[in-house]
């Protein structure tokens, strides 16, 4: 793996894939808005990677051996990504989500619903790229595009490809720019109320070093298709707010919302964990959500210090 591209890249876990990259030897090129600045020691090429026109112009005659899509979120994204990219990658890996899995898309609806789910419990080949619907809320959004894109780069692919769908991915403290944990560590410890369903279902979690790491992993890797990310283990959203209050030393209070009310971040209405089977039989090890979770509360918590001492910015 000589020659990588990484779509994306500025933040989080994206940041840590493009070093990991750079430090195993690989010529990096990151193709972003250039809202940030890139890591020191790689290619930055400035493009919208919606705009066909102007990402064949940044990328000029460039070829690579793999490309890594950290911010593929629509059928349209993906459509552009197979015109640009086909005959210039011997690889393409895309960052997908556990959201792909919403039981409201699947059929027979509840399949699987006590068992963590398999890679072949929503198969995205051939599935027609209609849109998202007019009115849809952010997370319908957000999972029906992921959806899509995954079926635009999958059916009939042009180079070989592969779709990670990672778990919640948690840790870093401020880095972590989706303030899903931050949510329950403010809370908790400023004594109020957490909003859960009734019933607690488990769901999958990964840390953030590692999801890049298998992400490069994935990189070098000879398989294709979907593959689920995530650490070993699960958790409920009250035992990730129980292991905040220990770590808080703060009570934790529970509010339990009406049947088909928005909850907390993690607190759903059925299961929702991922089976890690095919990633682990490929060759990668998965470490503990209980292993590192505790550390990532506890930056959470820091982080949430640090920005009362600073005024209150996040």
């Not at 010529?27 to 066909?52: F, I, K, Q, W």
């Not at 699960?234 to 035992?239: F, G, K, S, Y």
């Amino acid at each position: 793996m000589r020659n990588v591209c990484v779509i994306g890249g500025s933040r989080y876990f994206g940041r840590h894939l493009v070093e990991l990259a750079r430090d195993a030897g690989a010529h990096v090129t990151v193709v972003n808005r250039g809202s940030a600045p890139a890591p020191h020691g790689v290619t930055h090429l400035v493009a919208d990677r919606g705009d066909e026109r102007r990402l064949r112009a940044a990328l000029g005659s460039r070829t690579f051996d793999v490309v890594l899509d950290q911010v593929c979120y629509t059928p349209g994204q993906a459509a552009v990504a197979r015109r640009v990219f086909a005959g210039r990658t011997g690889r393409y890996v895309m960052t997908s989500t556990v959201e792909v899995y919403d039981p409201a898309t699947q059929a027979p609806p509840g399949a699987h619903a006590a068992l963590p789910v398999t890679e072949d419990a929503y198969d995205p080949v051939g599935r027609p790229a209609t849109g998202v619907p007019a009115g849809a809320d952010e997370a319908t959004v957000y999972a029906e595009g992921k959806r899509q894109a995954e079926s635009v780069l999958l059916t009939d692919p042009v180079f070989p490809t592969a779709v990670v769908r990672t778990a919640h991915v948690l840790g870093g403290g401020r880095a972590d720019f989706t303030g899903r944990l931050a949510h329950y560590t403010d809370r908790i410890s400023a004594g109020e109320p957490v909003l859960v369903h009734r019933r607690a279902y488990p769901t999958t979690f990964i840390h953030h070093r590692e999801i890049a790491e298998f992400l490069h992993w994935t990189a070098g890797a000879p398989f294709t298709g979907p593959v689920n990310a995530c650490s070993h283990g699960t958790l409920t959203v009250t035992e990730l707010a129980d292991l905040v209050a220990s770590r808080a030393g703060r009570p934790p209070r529970y509010t339990p919302v009406q049947e088909g009310a928005t909850a907390s971040p993690f607190s759903y209405d059925r299961h929702y964990p991922m089976d890690n089977g095919r990633a682990a039989g490929l060759g990668f090890a998965f470490g503990r959500v209980a292993d590192w979770m505790p550390q990532a509360v506890d930056e959470a918590l820091a982080a949430g210090t640090s920005a009362v001492r600073d005024g209150g910015a996040r």
